[in-house]
């Protein structure tokens, strides 16, 4: 058993690595072997991923810290979206990710490897707003409600609504559009956004920005974090992560 555990770590570690040497990011500038230590340390990065994983959470020890959101309809399908993490907290490492994946890429099994205690979430939509009656179509121009859950768990997100698009050629009567401007978290309360919901007049919303503001207004209930104008990722991870704890936002997220 224990030349087994062996073998699991050593695998996951070597395709984590795998991955990270062949991101262009983690590499030096220079193509030139004396400059190679310009690049980032691959190994100490994976040391440290491997340290903050180190620790299984229980189902119950996450949560939806964002609630959920849903976006981008087309007729027959519709983007959904949550984060499911311990707290709201964003990793303190600054180091970027990048690279090139080909257009509704739905392969994942290589980030789950690499990750030592990945997290399961279900998800189902349904047509009834009680969660009962599941759908695997979707029918364009149609209303229909969406969950998640952790997997093998009691541990469930709230229940959130969304639209799919009508087909080019659909005639339609009307649309109904909330359409939002600028939102500065410190300036005001975002009961617009809840507002929108409440009223259920709506089908579809159309942020047109700022989503975030760059400011840096310490004072107040409502101040921003992180307390300085965002430079860093990890800076503005923390400032997206403060709009999205507003409770209007979220609800108008969901629905």
């Known amino acids: 058993m224990i030349f087994t555990t062996a073998y699991i770590v050593l695998g996951t570690l070597l395709r984590a690595q795998a991955l990270l040497n062949s991101n262009l990011n ?10 190679a230590i310009l690049g980032i340390d691959i190994p100490l990065v994976e040391r440290r991923a491997w340290r903050r994983n180190s620790e299984e959470n229980a189902p119950d020890e996450l ?13 027959e399908s519709i983007i959904l979206c ?17 690279g090139d994946v080909p257009l509704y890429n739905h392969v994942t099994k290589p980030y789950i490897d690499v990750d030592p205690h990945p997290i399961c979430l279900e998800w189902s939509v349904f047509k009834t707003n009680n969660g009962t009656v599941a759908t695997k179509s979707l029918e364009p121009f149609t209303e229909c409600f969406d969950q998640f859950v952790v997997c093998n768990s009691e541990n469930m997100s709230r229940l959130g ?4 698009a009508s087909r080019e050629d659909d005639h339609l009567d009307k649309i109904s559009l909330a359409v939002f401007p600028c939102s500065n978290y410190p300036k005001g309360y975002f009961n ?20 975030i503001y760059e400011n840096a207004d310490p004072t107040g209930e409502r101040a921003d974090k992180p307390p300085h104008a965002p430079f ?5 991870r923390t400032r997206h992560n403060q ?12 629905d």
Not at 192 to 211: E, K, S, W
Not at 232 to 236: E, G, T
Not at 243 to 254: A, E, F, G, R, V
Request: glycine share 4%; no cysteine; proline share 5%.
């Open 161 to 164: 609504k969304t639209e799919t």
């Open 192 to 211: 617009a956004y809840g507002n929108a919901v409440r009223r259920h007049n709506r089908d579809y919303v159309v942020h047109l920005g700022d989503y």
């Open 26 to 35: 983690y590499q030096s500038s220079s193509r030139r072997q004396e400059y």
């Open 232 to 236: 860093s990722l990890h800076d503005y």
């Open 82 to 98: 949550t984060r499911i993490a311990p707290t709201g907290e964003s990793d303190k490492s600054n180091v970027t990710v990048e």
């Open 243 to 254: 709009y999205k704890t507003d409770p209007d936002l979220q609800l108008l997220s969901k």
């Open 63 to 75: 949560n939806f810290t964002h609630s959920i959101a849903s976006g981008d309809p087309w007729p």
